[in-house]
């Protein structure tokens, strides 16, 4: 998956900050198309994930029986809802706001259902996500911001994940 390297700027990345995290911006895989589909509870989104391929996968792919076509996967309501919310520029913390509002559902309750379910897409590569460095870029102390702060951008929905 390329674009998840595209993503990635170092190798070695701090642990992020409670406001690095709800300020980072959730971006879906552009190789992952979706559609909305009419489910049981109502609009859902069906996933096409495209298998995996390039370097040893070509040669893998007929020995380890991977899949060649597209894998569907149906997100229920909520989860459909939350896939259309992350649209690249809501940050996280604007997507809780938006859940608890429209769920009536208490901050920490929002807080750790998004999360939770964004860590979930993020280790599926299903979501990225871009984080806005602050105060400190990989332990280093920064005298003033240099232009425009620098961004730095996760994907693989590791701890420093949201």
Excluded at 29 to 47: I, K, R, T, Y
Excluded at 135 to 148: C, I, V
Aim: contains cysteine; charged residues 30%.
């Amino acid at each position: 998956m390329q674009w998840l390297n595209d993503f990635l700027v170092a190798k070695n990345r701090r642990q992020l900050t409670r406001e690095e995290s709800l300020g980072a911006i959730p971006i879906r895989n552009p190789d992952v198309d979706w559609e909305e589909v009419d489910g049981e509870m109502g609009a859902e989104v069906l996933l096409s994930v495209p298998p995996p391929k390039g370097g040893m996968v070509r040669y893998l792919r007929p020995i380890l029986m991977l899949p060649t076509k597209p894998r569907q996967l149906q997100l229920d309501v909520m989860g459909s809802h939350v896939w259309r919310l992350c649209d690249g520029e809501r940050s996280v913390l604007e997507v809780s706001d938006i859940l608890q509002r429209e769920y009536k559902l208490s901050h920490r309750e929002s807080m750790l259902s998004l999360t939770s379910y964004l860590k979930t897409l993020g280790k599926r590569g299903l979501m990225a996500f871009a984080v806005q460095r602050t105060a400190e870029l990989d332990g280093e102390e920064q005298d003033e911001p240099s232009e425009a702060a620098k961004t730095e951008e996760l994907a693989d929905g590791s701890e420093n994940a949201p």
